[in-house]
């Protein structure tokens, strides 16, 4: 992996972070947390906080990448099947928001009895992506910001004539086990904190660089929590059936105006930083590949591509089953892979510096 | 081939032995002492009126020198130096100068008497300031160094002179200015050029096929220029020219996308004036590269982005159309390249009736007989019309808006939306000599931004830009407050 | 090199699928000739038998200049969707409904839930829920086939009824899908639609009956009954008035008919549970809509005289808050507005009509205690059938939540109401 900017990883955090939650996840928090939403993203977001707080910490200790701390602490092996357990788990954290995407591109961006061929040329373009390095992935953030900066507050400028901020009370009405169940069984949308553990060693430690990405990442948290509010203060009780979210917020603005729906202009460019986002985890889950292999990223960029078509197209009619799956079952995995593993490590290495 | 003896005669034997074309006159004449000389040189390109005012006479008037430096300050040609390889020499008489032989001397002096024909300096059509300098490169490539020269007079201005085409022998001259271009790339530039192994360089789209990391792109990787202004600036930026001779086209690298979208009159208007100019510019291209695709898209595929009574304007035109609104607009664009085709390569007197005949008389009754929609045909336009807002992009843009209708066409929306992800992959991850091309966007670059599609008053652009890496950074000095 | 001629052969595969799909076109889409814009649709109690009659208004471009719409009557359908279906199989166009901006339900229907009929809608993502939903008289179908006396198809004359403009006069009150389905599903199970009724007026000049009557009939089987009308952005030179076929005698034609919507549905659990009158909701729109700007007349005594003041409201303040007094719940509606006197229905001195504009105490004070008395009418209408209208109930559980579980039942005609209003003059 070549290396990557701390400024492309802040932008990384604002811009490209907040679109993975823009789709099913509100609706899915609206599910269980009702409306107090807010609470179940904000642990999310707390966890996830602590761990880029962690890593970051590690980055200005140590500069070296994730898979020399490993190999130095634990020998090579070990961090082979530490990145060969990683990779699982990036593939398996893609596979569900692309069924996501997939439901989104065939259900907004078509009208008509679309088939999955509509949405299949994601794979060739991920697999592209999944050739370039770490420098690739960090201009495509340069150009994600800017896109998201313009498009993001659009559209929920469009949608604030429409909102009840009333509707996010009364805070008291949610018991908090269930917000706590909100909270864990979206962890599989909480997966940014370990891809900064993959950079690792990828990015020169500046002066103030924790600062800035924390910032960064906070930037996009609230990014996060505007979007939820204002989701669910249009949307109310009906919120849960609102599976495309973002696509739902601006309409009632620009249905009935002379120009039309023209939030899709911003909905098309905000898709067009979904599907770089999309491509992330795809791209870390060929990297772990490829450190555990030992390989050039060809080959393992077209089986791992191949091989989420595949499922894609064997899950087609499975979204529901899939989402049910990764949230409600296989919880404690992500939040294993999400939150304790990378703060486990970051502390392992950070103790192992302090001591002698 | 051996070195050039001491004998006249047997001198010219060796080097007609090369040259044996019948262009390749001799003037043969003695010195006032009755030795023989030889003027060789090629017919049409040497100043005969020189030759004789610089070479024969002073040369007829006096005894013959012993000495090859005897003989050059005899002569009263300014450019004059001696080769003793006949090659070599055989070389300088095709590049228009004319070797002179004398009878005991063993080389040939070379009188730099080259005359060619050439065009008058003019403004290029291709980029008419309507305010700024006027002046434009001519095919020569002595002229297009003195153009340059003339604006930046400073001892850091070098030329390095290369040939390249086995049978060409084209001269190259890379130009830049020292302490301010990044060696690094000189370097790389030199040894590309050096490198070239081509029988023949007709112009300098040639040598930029060369000097670029991926020659096959759809995105050009050397700036061009028609222009000693605008070549100037840009290599006070940091910039390295490159110009051919034959070619009135300069060529700058590296190249970044963003700098076609700026035009030379920029430098000239108000800052929010260019910044505007810049801002439409880079709509139009969006404009002509995604109209079509998305105005065939909404019909094929998302009717609902298209507001209910336009969407109605757009039904009732395309009913009884026999053509799907995909393939009517790939064929209308195939239609637009072919007239703009035709229309470059014929004579002007046909080219105003074609245009005539191919914009009004065909489309309207096109659009009359049922063939084509009138809205199609209104989109064909604007697209049209918009790419020629950046010139230098026409054969990207025009190529990207077929590959984007088809997108559309088969996948909608969502195939437009991948293919712009696509080509922000890789324009992302493209770049020559270590400046990637998209910057200062990607990877952003916040000094160099002031420049860019925003254009910050003359005053803030203190700098010159970050991304060549240049060492003297510094292009405005402390002004008074 | 070698990766460069991989990347080569990948993207010729590519383009080379692309453009088989792109020339074949033949991968499931419809393209827009075969597509009729359904641009309102109605839904009635079935005719005869069980079930429900769905008529579409569709547009129907026409190759040249304006076009003209009809309307296409599935009968006895157990649900929307197969009406839909029906609409696709018997005419052969594939409907849309991404434009449809109406959904008009007749009014029989609003005796049971009418939510048993709109789930459709918010089930299916290829409606879009930001359209408008009113109740009509009668059936949808005979609303759609009477014509507006200005040449507007009546999707688009009823659409302008309903625009957003007569909201913020408080002429109607105007729902959406989306409002309509939030105030169902949430603590009220509550929510108003307008409800339109049409009433009959001269024919306009240049109404064009005749040329309606001549127009070809669209009919292909006995179930569909299509009806030309004229689209709205016809010129009125060629546009055709309406003829509704499947109307029952004696309804308007060739744009002879007005759409009224100044009444409005209350709803509780989905079925209709009282109409509000004009004056009620202009004073509900005044008191809890978007509505800031508003006409109404009020009698008063001027000059010692009773006259009829035609009074221009401007709303500067409107609130409504849930108090507990004593343990039990307090609804108070704070508006403050400014009015002036546009006319009255006495002749007067010049000097008065010149300073006219500045309505009198008398008038004032008559003007809020209409407004108080309109108010109150509604909100006990709206008390009586359960309809939290007034969005007391939803307050209650977002606001004052320990007591939502004590006054859950019961908190609308538990709740003691209360008006501060207060209208001032220009000066």
């Known amino acids: ?356 | 081939m051996n070195a050039l003896d001491r004998s006249c005669k047997e001198n010219e034997r060796r080097i007609k032995d090369i040259l044996t074309s019948e262009d390749i006159l001799v003037f043969r004449f003695q010195t006032a002492d009755g030795k023989a000389c030889a003027a060789i040189y090629a017919d049409g390109i040497t100043d005969k009126a020189l030759l004789g005012e610089q070479v024969a006479r002073p040369l007829s008037s006096q005894e013959a020198p012993a000495t090859a430096e005897e003989a050059a300050t005899a002569l009263r040609a300014p450019e004059c130096k001696q080769v003793t390889d006949p090659q070599k020499a055989a070389e300088e008489i095709l590049a228009g100068n004319t070797a002179v032989l004398i009878d005991g001397i063993p080389a040939a002096l070379i009188a730099g008497l080259k005359k060619m024909s050439t065009r008058a300096i003019m403004e290029p059509p291709g980029s008419v300031a309507v305010k700024g300098p006027r002046e434009g490169f001519i095919e020569d490539v002595k002229t297009n160094m003195s153009l340059v020269r003339n604006r930046l007079r400073t001892p850091k201005l070098q030329f390095k002179m290369l040939t390249a085409g086995r049978q060409s022998r084209t001269a190259v001259a890379v130009g830049y200015l020292e302490g301010i271009a990044d060696e690094k790339t000189v370097k790389s530039i030199l040894g590309r050029i050096a490198a070239i192994d081509i029988d023949g360089i007709p112009d300098s789209s040639y040598v930029a096929k060369f000097l670029s990391r991926r020659p096959a792109s759809l995105f050009r990787s050397a700036g061009t220029t028609e222009k000693p202004d605008v070549l100037a600036a840009r290599m006070l930026e940091g910039r390295v020219a490159v110009l051919v001779d034959g070619s009135p086209i300069a060529l700058t690298l590296p190249y970044l996308l963003v700098e076609d979208l700026q035009g030379a009159q920029d430098y000239f208007a108000s800052p929010l004036r260019a910044t505007l100019s810049r801002v439409l510019r880079f709509c139009g291209v969006l404009l002509s590269v995604l109209l079509p695709a998305f105005y065939v898209a909404a019909q094929l595929f998302k009717l609902q982005i298209l507001p209910l009574s336009f969407l109605l304007t757009i039904s009732g035109n395309v009913q009884g159309i026999p053509l799907s609104p995909g393939l009517e607009l790939f064929f209308l664009l195939l239609v637009l390249e072919i007239l703009v085709e035709a229309s470059v390569r014929m004579p002007k007197y046909v080219a105003l009736a074609l245009s005539v005949i191919g914009a009004l008389i065909l489309g309207d009754t096109a659009v009359k007989a049922g063939l084509v929609s009138s809205s199609a045909i209104i989109i064909m336009a604007i697209s049209g019309i918009a790419a020629y807002t950046v010139p230098d992009l026409v054969g990207t843009t025009s190529v990207l808006r077929i590959v984007f209708v088809v997108a559309a066409g088969s996948i909608g929306t969502f195939g437009v939306t991948l293919l712009i992800a696509l080509l922000l992959y890789y324009l992302t991850a493209a770049g020559d000599y270590g400046v990637p091309l998209l910057a200062p966007f990607a990877p952003l670059v916040g000094r160099d931004l002031k420049d860019s599609l925003f254009k910050a008053p003359l005053g803030d652009l203190g700098k010159r830009p970050a991304v060549f890496h240049t060492k003297n950074e510094t292009r405005l000095g402390k002004r008074e407050k | 090199m070698r990766t460069d001629k991989l990347w080569a052969r990948v993207f010729l595969a590519a383009a080379a699928v692309l453009l088989l799909l792109f020339f074949s076109n033949d991968f499931g889409l419809i393209d827009i000739r075969e597509t009729a814009i359904v641009v309102a649709l109605g839904i009635d109690e079935a005719e005869e038998g069980e079930g429900y009659d769905v008529t579409a208004q569709i547009a129907v471009p026409a190759n040249a200049g304006p076009g003209s719409a009809a309307n296409v009557t599935a009968k006895g359908v157990r649900t929307v969707s197969e009406g839909i279906a029906e609409l696709n199989q018997e005419t052969g166009w594939y409907p849309t409904l991404v434009h449809c901006r109406l959904i008009l339900l007749g009014e029989a229907l609003t005796e049971r839930n009418v939510f048993d009929v709109l789930g459709y809608f918010l089930r299916n993502e290829a409606v879009e829920d930001s359209c408008q939903v009113a109740v009509c008289a009668g059936t949808a179908r005979e609303t759609f086939g009477a014509g507006s006396p200005v040449n507007d198809i009546s999707a688009s004359a009823i659409i302008k009824v309903l625009s957003s403009e007569a909201q913020k006069t408080g002429l109607v009150s105007v729902t959406i899908l989306k409002d309509f389905a939030v105030g169902y599903y949430s603590v009220s199970e509550s929510g108003a639609l307008p409800y339109i009724t049409v009433k009959e007026e001269a024919e306009s000049q240049g109404g064009s009956a005749a040329q309606a009557a001549a127009l070809p009939s669209l009919v292909r089987n006995k179930r569909w009954r299509p009806v030309r009308e004229p689209l709205p952005l016809a010129a009125p030179a060629s546009a055709e008035g309406g003829e509704s076929q499947g109307g029952k005698s004696g309804e308007s034609k060739g744009g002879g008919a007005v759409f009224q919507a100044s009444e409005t549905m209350l709803f509780y659990r989905g079925k209709k549970a009282a109409i509000l009158t004009p004056e009620e909701t202009l004073a509900y729109n005044l008191a809890a809509t978007d509505t800031d700007f508003a006409y109404g007349n009020v009698t008063a005594a001027q000059d010692g005289k009773e006259a009829v003041c035609s009074l221009q409201m401007k709303i500067g303040k409107k609130r409504r808050s849930l108090s507990f007094e004593n343990g039990m719940p307090v609804f108070t509606f704070t508006i403050r507005a400014k009015a002036r006197v546009a006319d009255t229905d006495k002749a007067a001195p010049i000097l008065n009509i010149a300073k006219t504009q500045i309505a009198e105490e008398s008038v004032l004070r008559a003007a809020e205690q209409k407004f108080k008395e309109e108010l109150a009418s509604a909100a006990e209408k709206a008390a009586r059938s359960g309809c939290d209208l007034f969005g007391i109930k939803q307050r209650l559980y977002r606001f004052r939540h320990k007591d939502y579980e004590a006054f859950r039942e019961n908190i609308l005609s538990a709740a003691e109401l209360r008006y501060d209003i207060r209208f001032s003059g220009l000066k």
């Not at chain 1, 370990?194 to 020169?204: C, I, K, N, R, S």
């Not at chain 1, 899939?322 to 103790?351: D, E, G, H, I, N």
């Open chain 1, 1 to 356: 992996m070549e290396k990557l900017k701390v400024r492309q990883i802040c932008f990384y955090f604002m811009a490209m972070m907040p679109v993975a939650k823009l789709l099913v996840y509100p609706a899915a928090l609206a599910f269980r947390a009702k409306n107090c939403l807010l609470f179940s993203s904000l642990l999310n977001s707390l966890l996830e906080g602590a761990v880029v707080a962690l890593v970051m910490l590690l980055a200005k200790k140590t500069g070296k990448p994730l898979f020399v701390l490993l190999e130095q602490r634990a020998g090579k092996l070990w961090a082979k099947i530490a990145y060969g357990a990683f990779a699982l788990y990036f593939f398996a954290s893609a596979l569900l928001p692309l069924l996501e995407q997939k439901n989104f591109v065939l259900q907004v961006l078509y009208e008509n009895a679309s088939t999955l061929l509509s949405f299949a040329p994601f794979f060739l373009l991920s697999f592209y992506a999944c050739t370039k390095g770490a420098s690739s992935m960090g201009r495509i953030a340069d150009v994600a910001l800017p896109v998201f900066a313009l498009s993001f507050p659009v559209l929920i400028l469009l949608a604030l004539p429409h909102a009840d901020f009333a509707a996010l009370l009364p805070l008291s009405a949610v018991p908090a086990r269930e917000i706590a169940k909100g909270s864990l069984f979206s962890a599989n949308w909480y997966t940014d904190g370990a891809f900064l553990l993959f950079w690792l060693g990828h990015f020169e430690y500046e002066k103030g660089a924790a600062g800035k990405v924390l910032g960064a990442y906070a930037a996009g948290t609230f990014a996060v929590l505007l979007f939820l509010a204002v989701f669910y203060a249009v949307f109310a009780d009906i919120a849960l059936r609102q599976q495309n979210a973002v696509a739902q917020i601006a309409k009632y603005t620009t249905s009935f105006t002379s120009l039309g729906r023209v939030d899709y202009l911003f909905l098309f460019a905000l898709a067009l930083v979904m599907i770089f986002r999309m491509c992330i985890p795809v791209q870390m889950c060929v990297h772990c590949l490829r450190r555990t292999v030992g390989c050039k990223p060809l080959l393992p960029s077209a089986a791992v591509n191949l091989l989420l078509l595949a499922l894609t197209v064997f899950f087609n009619y499975s979204f529901l089953e899939v989402q049910t799956l990764f949230t409600q079952k296989l919880w404690s995995v992500f939040a294993l892979f999400a939150y304790l593993l990378p703060a486990a490590a970051a502390l392992l290495a950070l103790r192992r510096r302090r001591s002698p």
